[in-house]
């Protein structure tokens, strides 16, 4: 036996799998029982005749395949196919559940054709062989030639080529199919006359679907050709004869004529229905051609702004506009500051609520910036503004309560060496002593679930953030973990942490706890999601285990719980003696003790002495990103050594200006550590050397001037930095007032810039945004059912439209066929006249049978083109605007010709009567008379409404360019009295200008948007209340942003305009500003050495766009601010506005939106408006006479301000308005306008009787005055378009009166102060930070002050007297009535408050018990004086005025710090001053009374006091809380000692 090829063996293997998968499938589709098994052989004989071998269903399909019948490679699969299809074929041929085995047939051929569609059509074509016909089934079929080995080894077919084709075998592949289909293209080509050569890039592609072939040609180009006939076409190669090679052999038969009329009637139906089928596939045609050129036409859709074509005239006119706005900046602060002074305001506004400020208007705190006091004496201390105070404190009290500001509050306590001890700390388990004897390692042996470890550490992970003193939640924590946990050994151990917990002390159960997690962690990172080898795991395990033991050698050995000892996990309830106490507070201090020796060197290490000054090294490079540390302020010395609590004497309305101060210098020091530790990522991201320590001191320098850049204009102040030179005014102890508004605007500035980082803020903002996302949906909501009424109704207009459409058309053919009837009936007299004429549209329609099939015909609603429809449905509407059936819309020219036509016919008419009425009778006179006075009229109008017409044109045009509904409203009334519309006596309707109709139809457009506008008003309102962020309304081509904000009063658009730099001029029709490149930047610039793409040519400029779209700037630039206002301003912006940009026609709809809803635009313009029944108009110009006489004719004062002045139109005005002329005459409002017009305007006026006694009073002056005589005179009266919108007639002692006090308040004249603005009448509803309404104005004054000192002495002067053996403050002859009396009666002197506190500092002192016996210096060492010590930044850091510890024996510490506070408050004249050293007095004594109580137990330590409460609340960090009692505790720095005790437990 041959030997197998094992190659082929495989193949056929591959190929056998196949088709049985082919066959289980055909198997398994649904219904196929009848041919799986066939039970009836016989059903089929005759199908089987001379086929006995072929098998009849898939059962024996399946024997066929395991005897390897189909074995055979290619010819294998055919035979295969073929088989598979003759099963169900038999089934079609006989017709048994033909149907469904036509259904299992086409899936099986989808199976095949996967594999090749050849095998697809083979099975189909199977069908041939199991014919009906027994005769042509016992035809043998023609052999195959044998294929070759090759070909043979080949099982899986593929497509054959055409060399192996053979036409009786099968049907061609798809290559044949090309292959014969492009001979037939060469073949054609040659016979039209053409070149093979033209076929060079032609190629054919032949595709099947189903049963069908698609044949296509594609040129080089992908051109795409279905025939050779179009192939031919595009080489340009057809002719008549050679058409087309199908042609070849028909027979052209010409339809023979109609034999007869039957069949003509039935050739004339037939072309009668074929001609209204193509009527009716052309008029769909036609429509939908239309409905596209419409579509394109008319198609409004907007584009980007930059592809919009450069207009010179609307971009000078844009810049016209915004360069003369009505507020260009606040008086008093430097233009460029506008952008600070809306954002601070706006943040006040937007969050009140979280912050409790009731909102005040922007004028009023621009007024309360540059306030200044005019009354200053050396013996008072001058007050800021209600205002201000109410908005400090508020955010002071939102800074303080929010646990965000920790990260600036001890910025200044960081130095290189606590931050080392910082990342030390996070460590945990190296320097945190062991406090419990426990077998770590038996511990970490125990086999307990790594997700149980996990969940009782993360238990334990909350005790990390509790403070010391938060007993519950300490005890909370350790509970759950303990429930947790299945290690008898955590247990345990937590179980022994929880012993001798004492009142809500837990700082022994905090340090347990954390030093077990922190050597857990280091012990099993696995626990943290960790992949780390088993074998490194143990390692660490043994590593970290042996360390524990080590350090459990320390420690004493416990005392292990009995398991009856009951574990007290809170206070214990029976009373413990005061002696167990202090031998608690012992040993825990004991234990403190051996915790610090424990530390020992390291914390030695950490210290560094004040007293050494250290010149540092500023060629060396730096290390860390921590700023230097500055000294402390005069402020600081009389602050707490914990974060002073919000609701806290130290925040008052006396001290607020100080901690402000001291605020903002923290949160300073905190920004530049965070800008720092950017430039460092930044260097080492590009992998450049670290700056050197003289680089970063010069980059801290200008820190604050690379935060605040807006708040910086060289041109405008001499200071280097505002907000530093405000600081260290602020600090120093000095009045607030004395600060410039731009410096009051940097400190805001700091302020609201921390607020924006608070957690309060951030999750107001959170909860807004959940909220806004519901009132955003609601408002879609209503604007969908907006559009969908409008859509509704332009629904019910269209089929209007159609209607009419169908109207006319139908009165249009019945008047036709009319004429036609009456013309035959001329000819055929068939019907009289009386009854065509009464012959109605039915009738005519069913005049006869051809009339009828017209009228029938007649095209109905749907038929009609969008064109027609578009033109009908504008018609409607123009007829809806005015209110009429018809309208007709004329030209200029057109009404004018109109005009003089009936000029002419009301002539021939007069004519016609004859030159003589004597003849006539009266009535026929009376006609003639009417119609010359008619005629004469008619001329006089035609003299008079040119100049009213062109008025009310341009009227019109500059209301539709404006499109808001009072000035189209106004345009039209204009309009309709120039005489441009009338009725329409040929139609019944009227007739209207063209620009008149225009305006009508946009009118009724706005007036729909404004109803849209006020049915979402109150969703609008919702949505705003749930604010996130003031974000523009818009911007222009130009970039130029526009803002409004909703808290904003008066609705007015504020714009933020980008200036041209002078070098970047590519336009010289821009109208856009320019400005020199070295005026335009503010602040200084980028570190671009920083950044690692500076290699890349275009990398810095495109960051560079970020600041000016030049990209030619490296920091913040220059804007052009400015507000507009008025009714002129708003308007010549809506008209400059380009409605196709995407930017500018978004921006023009919203700013409409603002107007229409808020009703801003008044109908009243300097045109008219009011004045329409006035005979003067207003002038726009011309008054320069009359302005002369009135300043000649003023008394006032200071009129020289406005001498050089020659006209006052366009001049800026501040009237002062007064509501309530009787119950309140000297509370008034100011307002700002423009002077726009003038105009002679008659008013009655009374003539005062002069009287030589001048002195004489009358009892009744209202009967007096009504008792003079009136007259009537023509006096000047000015026009004035005010800024919050709306017009006002002033006449001339109030005009020049607005003027001066104008140019006052423009330029901050000396001693301008409007004592009765709003500003001075504001009050806090909300917070009442400056307490009652009625006591808020004297809340920081001097008397309040005395009525403080008085109360908080009276608070401990009880106390204090009796620890004291000699009071000598007290009693009849005691100095504290004297010291009463003077506060109560001399509370306006300064120096009396002065001399006030100290006395009562010496009060205390002596109540205290004298100076401490604790001294800090010994008799032999040198002493400087107070003042001394205060000018030397390296003393005062030794400075502590505070009393600390427990071993206090008196008011101070030391006669050093005594001696400091007097010389503190001896050279201070500011009250808020006084209030820090008032509040340190009443710690001191505080301190005083808590360590001098009879028994001093560890419950009274653990309570806190008022003043020790701040030293637990809110900051995360225990500051100046040891108390010892085995030593005496040297008062050490001040600022050292805060930063120890933040990290004791």
């Known amino acids: 036996?041959?030997?197998?090829?094992?190659?082929?063996?495989?193949?056929?293997?591959?190929?056998?799998?196949?088709?049985?998968?082919?066959?289980?499938?055909?198997?398994?589709?649904?219904?196929?029982?009848?041919?799986?098994?066939?039970?009836?052989?016989?059903?089929?004989?005759?199908?089987?005749?001379?086929?006995?071998?072929?098998?009849?269903?898939?059962?024996?399909?399946?024997?066929?395949?395991?005897?390897?019948?189909?074995?055979?490679?290619?010819?294998?699969?055919?035979?295969?196919?073929?088989?598979?299809g003759g099963v169900y074929n038999r089934f079609i041929a006989v017709g048994k559940k033909s149907n469904l085995a036509r259904h299992h047939l086409k899936e099986v051929c989808e199976l095949l054709a996967k594999l090749d569609p050849h095998l697809s059509v083979i099975a189909k074509n199977s069908k041939r062989e199991v014919s009906a016909n027994p005769a042509e089934n016992n035809k043998s079929p023609k052999k195959r030639k044998a294929v070759t080995g090759a070909d043979d080894a080949q099982h899986i077919p593929k497509k054959k080529s055409a060399k192996t084709y053979d036409k009786q075998d099968?049907?061609?592949?798809?290559?044949?199919?090309?292959?014969?289909?492009?001979?037939?293209?060469?073949?054609?080509?040659?016979?039209?006359?053409?070149?093979?050569?033209?076929?060079?890039?032609?190629?054919?592609?032949?595709?099947?679907?189903?049963?069908?072939?698609?044949?296509?040609?594609?040129?080089?180009?992908?051109?795409?050709?279905?025939?050779?006939?179009?192939?031919?076409?595009?080489?340009?190669?057809?002719?008549?004869?050679?058409?087309?090679?199908?042609?070849?052999?028909?027979?052209?038969?010409?339809?023979?004529?109609?034999?007869?009329?039957?069949?003509?009637?039935?050739?004339?139906?037939?072309?009668?229905?074929?001609?209204?089928?193509?009527?009716?596939?052309?008029?769909?045609?036609?429509?939908?051609?239309?409905?596209?050129?419409?579509?394109?036409?008319?198609?409004?859709?907007?584009?980007d702004?930059?592809?919009?074509?450069?207009?010179?005239?609307?971009?000078?006119?844009?810049?016209?506009?915004?360069?003369?706005p009505e507020i260009d900046s606040f008086p008093g602060i430097p233009a460029s500051c506008t952008q600070d002074v809306l954002m601070?305001?706006?943040?006040?506004?937007?969050?009140?609520?979280?912050?409790?400020?009731?909102?005040?208007?922007l004028e009023d705190f621009a007024a309360a910036l540059?306030?200044?006091?005019?009354?200053?004496?050396?013996?008072?201390?001058?007050?800021?503004?209600?205002?201000?105070?109410?908005?400090?404190?508020?955010?002071?009290?939102?800074?303080?309560s929010d646990g965000s500001s920790d990260a600036w509050w001890w910025s200044t306590l960081e130095t290189p060496e606590t931050e080392a001890k910082e990342e030390t700390t996070r460590g945990e388990a190296d320097n945190i002593a062991p406090t419990i004897k426990l077998d770590f390692k038996a511990l970490l042996d125990f086999d307990e679930d790594i997700n149980i470890t996990r969940k009782w550490l993360q238990a334990l992970e909350d005790v990390r953030t509790k403070r010391a003193n938060s007993g519950a939640s300490i005890k909370s924590s350790i509970k759950s973990a303990s429930f947790l946990a299945t290690n008898p050994m955590v247990k345990t151990y937590l179980r022994k942490a929880m012993r001798g917990w004492k009142g809500n002390d837990a700082a022994f159960a905090k340090q347990s706890v954390m030093w077990l997690i922190g050597r857990l962690r280091e012990a099993r990172p696995d626990v943290w999601g960790r992949q780390i080898d088993v074998s490194i795991l143990d390692e660490v395990k043994a590593k970290v285990a042996a360390e524990a033991a080590t350090s459990m050698e320390q420690l004493e050995e416990d005392q292990e719980l009995d398991n009856g000892e009951e574990i007290h996990y809170g206070d214990s309830d029976g009373e413990d003696s005061d002696s167990d106490e202090e031998e608690e507070i012992e040993a825990e201090d004991n234990f403190q003790g051996k915790q610090d020796n424990f530390r020992g060197k390291t914390i030695e290490n950490m210290q560094p002495s004040a007293k050494v000054e250290k010149k540092?090294?500023?060629?060396?490079?730096?290390?860390?990103?921590?700023?230097?540390?500055?000294?402390?302020?005069?402020?600081?010395?009389?602050?707490?050594?914990?974060?002073?609590?919000?609701?806290?004497?130290?925040?008052?309305?006396?001290?607020?200006?100080?901690?402000?101060?001291?605020?903002?210098?923290?949160?300073?020091?905190?920004?530049?550590?965070?800008?720092?530790?950017?430039?460092?990522?930044?260097?080492?991201?590009?992998?450049?050397?670290?700056?050197?320590?003289?680089?970063?001191?010069?980059?801290?320098?200008?820190?604050?001037?690379?935060?605040?850049?807006?708040?910086?204009?060289?041109?405008?102040?001499?200071?280097?930095?505002?907000?530093?030179?405000?600081?260290?005014?602020?600090?120093?102890?000095?009045?607030?007032?004395?600060?410039?508004p731009l410096q009051r605007l940097s400190i805001l500035r700091v302020l609201v810039e921390s607020a924006y980082d608070t957690i309060r803020v951030n999750q107001c903002v959170q909860d807004n945004i959940q909220s806004r996302i519901s009132a955003v949906k609601q408002l879609e909501n209503e604007e969908r059912r907006a559009k969908k009424e409008a859509k509704e109704a332009a629904s019910l207009v269209e089929t209007a439209a159609r209607e009419r459409l169908v109207q006319e058309a139908k009165y249009e053919f019945t008047s036709k066929k009319r004429r036609e009837i009456i013309r035959k009936n001329k000819f055929t007299g068939e019907f009289t006249t009386d009854h065509l004429e009464t012959l109605d549209d039915e009738e005519i329609a069913d005049f006869d049978d051809e009339t009828r099939a017209e009228y029938d015909a007649l095209p109905g609603p749907k038929q009609f083109n969008k064109n027609e429809v578009r033109k009908t449905v504008a018609k409607i509407n123009e007829e809806n605007a005015f209110g009429t059936s018809a309208l007709e819309a004329l030209t200029l020219e057109e009404i004018q010709s109109r005009e003089a036509n009936t000029l002419i016919e009301m002539e021939d008419e007069l004519a016609n009567y004859g030159e003589s009425a004597n003849s006539y009778n009266r009535d026929t006179s009376a006609k003639i008379n009417a119609l010359k006075r008619e005629i004469e009229n008619f001329k006089e109008w035609q003299e008079t409404?040119?100049?009213?017409?062109?008025?009310?044109?341009?009227?019109?045009?500059?209301?539709?360019?404006?499109?808001?509904?009072?000035?189209?409203?106004?345009?039209?009334?204009?309009?309709?009295?120039?005489?441009?519309?009338?009725?329409?006596?040929?139609?019944?309707?009227?007739?209207?200008?063209?620009?008149?109709?225009?305006?009508?139809?946009?009118?009724?457009?706005?007036?729909?948007?404004?109803?849209?506008?006020?049915?979402?008003?109150?969703?609008?309102?919702?949505?705003?209340?749930?604010?996130?962020?003031?974000?523009?309304?818009?911007?222009?081509?130009?970039?130029?942003?526009?803002?409004?904000?909703?808290?904003?009063?008066?609705?007015?658009?504020?714009?933020?305009?980008?200036?041209?730099?002078?070098?970047?001029?590519?336009?010289?029709?821009?109208?856009?500003?320019?400005?020199?490149?070295?005026?335009v930047s503010l602040g200084p610039g980028d570190k671009e050495e920083d950044l690692s793409k500076t290699d890349e040519k275009n990398y810095i400029p495109f960051s560079r766009k970020e600041y000016h779209s030049s990209g030619l700037i490296s920091s913040l630039a220059r804007h052009r601010n400015g507000c507009l206002s008025s009714n002129k301003?708003?308007?010549?912006?809506?008209?400059?506005?380009?409605?196709?940009?995407?930017?500018?026609?978004?921006?023009?709809?919203?700013?409409?939106?603002?107007?229409?809803?808020?009703?801003?635009?008044?109908?009243?313009?300097?045109?008219?408006?009011?004045?329409?029944?006035?005979?003067?108009?207003?002038?726009?110009?011309?008054?320069?006479?009359?302005?002369?006489?009135?300043?000649?004719?003023?008394?006032?004062?200071?009129?020289?301000?406005?001498?050089?002045?020659?006209?006052?139109?366009?001049?800026?005005?501040?009237?002062?308005?007064?509501?309530?002329?009787?119950?309140?005459?000297?509370?008034?409002?100011?307002?700002m306008g423009t002077v726009v017009g003038w105009r002679m305007k008659k008013t009655i006026i009374q003539i005062q009787n002069q009287k030589e006694d001048s002195d004489s009073e009358f009892e009744d002056e209202t009967m007096n005055d009504r008792d003079l005589p009136v007259v009537e005179k023509d006096l000047p009266a000015w026009s004035l378009s005010l800024d919050k919108g709306g017009m006002k007639e002033i006449y001339a002692s109030e005009l020049l009166t607005g003027l001066i006090r104008a140019k006052k308040w423009k330029h901050q004249y000396p001693g301008y102060v409007e004592h009765d603005s709003p500003l001075f009448a504001y009050r806090n509803k909300l917070g009442r930070f400056c307490g009652r309404a009625a006591d808020a104005p004297y809340a920081s004054s001097q008397q309040f002050f005395s009525k403080l000192m008085m109360k908080r002495e009276q608070e401990f002067y009880n106390s204090l007297k009796s620890r004291s053996y000699d009071n000598t403050w007290g009693g009849r002859d005691g100095l504290r009535n004297t010291w009463i009396l003077s506060m109560k009666e001399d509370f306006d002197n300064l120096y009396t408050l002065r001399d006030g506190i100290l006395t009562l500092e010496q009060a205390f002192h002596d109540l205290c018990g004298g100076v401490t016996s604790i001294e800090s210096k010994t008799e032999d060492d040198e002493t400087n004086s107070a003042k001394e010590i205060l000018e030397d930044d390296t003393l005062r850091c030794d400075i502590e005025l505070e009393s600390l510890g427990l071993a206090i024996g008196g008011l101070w510490h030391c006669k050093e710090s005594r001696e400091i506070f007097r010389e503190i408050i001896s050279t201070s004249t500011s009250i808020g001053i006084f209030a820090l050293g008032l509040d340190l007095l009443c710690r001191n004594c505080q301190a005083y009374l808590e360590a001098t109580k009879p028994t001093i137990t560890r419950k009274a330590v653990s309570s806190v006091s008022n003043y020790d409460q701040g030293m637990y609340t809110n900051s995360g960090r225990l500051t100046r809380s040891a108390f010892s009692t085995d030593q005496p505790q040297q008062p050490s720095s001040r600022r050292m000692n805060s930063w120890q005790q933040q990290q004791s437990m």
């Open 370 to 400: 540059i306030y200044k006091p005019t009354d200053i004496s050396e013996t008072s201390d001058p007050t800021p503004p209600i205002l201000l105070a109410e908005t400090h404190l508020a955010l002071l009290k939102l800074l303080l």
């Open 344 to 361: 601070i305001w706006d943040f006040l506004s937007t969050f009140h609520r979280i912050i409790s400020l009731h909102p005040f208007d």
């Open 305 to 324: 702004d930059d592809l919009l074509p450069f207009n010179p005239t609307k971009n000078k006119a844009l810049w016209a506009v915004l360069s003369t």
């Open 616 to 740: 540092e090294d500023t060629s060396a490079l730096v290390v860390t990103p921590i700023p230097e540390k500055p000294p402390p302020s005069l402020v600081d010395l009389f602050l707490p050594p914990y974060k002073p609590q919000h609701n806290s004497y130290i925040v008052s309305p006396f001290t607020w200006s100080f901690v402000v101060g001291t605020s903002v210098t923290r949160i300073l020091h905190r920004y530049k550590r965070l800008r720092n530790e950017v430039d460092d990522s930044l260097r080492e991201f590009g992998e450049l050397k670290p700056l050197t320590i003289a680089e970063r001191r010069r980059r801290e320098k200008i820190a604050p001037l690379r935060i605040l850049s807006e708040c910086i204009s060289t041109t405008e102040t001499d200071l280097e930095c505002p907000v530093v030179s405000a600081v260290e005014h602020l600090t120093n102890g000095k009045n607030y007032l004395s600060l410039s």
């Open 170 to 303: 099968s049907a061609p592949t798809l290559s044949q199919r090309e292959d014969k289909a492009m001979k037939n293209l060469t073949k054609h080509i040659l016979e039209c006359g053409g070149d093979e050569k033209a076929l060079s890039g032609v190629r054919c592609k032949v595709t099947q679907t189903g049963d069908r072939f698609q044949t296509a040609y594609y040129t080089g180009k992908a051109q795409k050709f279905k025939s050779v006939t179009e192939v031919a076409k595009f080489l340009n190669l057809t002719n008549g004869s050679n058409n087309s090679g199908t042609q070849k052999g028909k027979v052209i038969v010409k339809k023979s004529q109609p034999r007869n009329l039957r069949e003509l009637e039935n050739e004339r139906k037939k072309l009668r229905r074929e001609l209204d089928k193509l009527m009716k596939n052309h008029d769909k045609a036609s429509k939908a051609h239309d409905d596209f050129h419409n579509d394109k036409c008319n198609d409004e859709h907007q584009i």
């Open 1129 to 1231: 301003s708003l308007r010549a912006l809506i008209k400059n506005l380009e409605s196709k940009g995407l930017w500018e026609g978004s921006l023009k709809v919203s700013v409409k939106e603002i107007l229409e809803g808020s009703g801003a635009l008044d109908v009243s313009t300097a045109d008219g408006g009011e004045n329409e029944e006035n005979e003067n108009p207003v002038q726009k110009a011309g008054d320069e006479q009359v302005f002369q006489e009135a300043k000649n004719d003023g008394s006032l004062q200071q009129i020289e301000l406005i001498c050089s002045l020659e006209s006052a139109i366009d001049q800026r005005c501040r009237l002062r308005i007064v509501h309530d002329d009787i119950s309140a005459p000297d509370a008034g409002i100011y307002i």
């Open 1 to 84: 036996m041959a030997d197998v090829d094992p190659q082929r063996e495989l193949k056929r293997k591959k190929q056998t799998k196949k088709m049985t998968k082919i066959l289980s499938k055909a198997w398994s589709i649904d219904r196929a029982d009848p041919f799986q098994e066939v039970q009836d052989p016989k059903q089929f004989q005759s199908a089987l005749d001379g086929e006995c071998d072929s098998p009849i269903d898939l059962t024996s399909m399946g024997q066929s395949l395991d005897s390897g019948t189909y074995h055979d490679g290619k010819k294998g699969w055919e035979k295969f196919s073929a088989d598979l």
């Open 945 to 1079: 409404l040119p100049t009213s017409r062109a008025e009310a044109n341009e009227v019109l045009r500059e209301a539709i360019d404006d499109g808001t509904v009072k000035p189209l409203r106004n345009a039209i009334r204009t309009a309709k009295q120039a005489l441009l519309s009338g009725e329409d006596e040929e139609t019944g309707g009227m007739w209207a200008y063209d620009l008149l109709r225009d305006a009508a139809l946009e009118l009724k457009q706005s007036e729909k948007r404004k109803r849209v506008i006020e049915a979402q008003k109150d969703l609008v309102a919702k949505r705003n209340k749930c604010f996130v962020r003031t974000d523009s309304i818009g911007k222009d081509r130009a970039h130029n942003r526009y803002w409004h904000f909703d808290n904003d009063s008066h609705e007015r658009i504020w714009f933020d305009a980008e200036f041209k730099l002078s070098s970047d001029q590519n336009e010289s029709l821009d109208a856009t500003p320019t400005i020199d490149e070295s005026m």
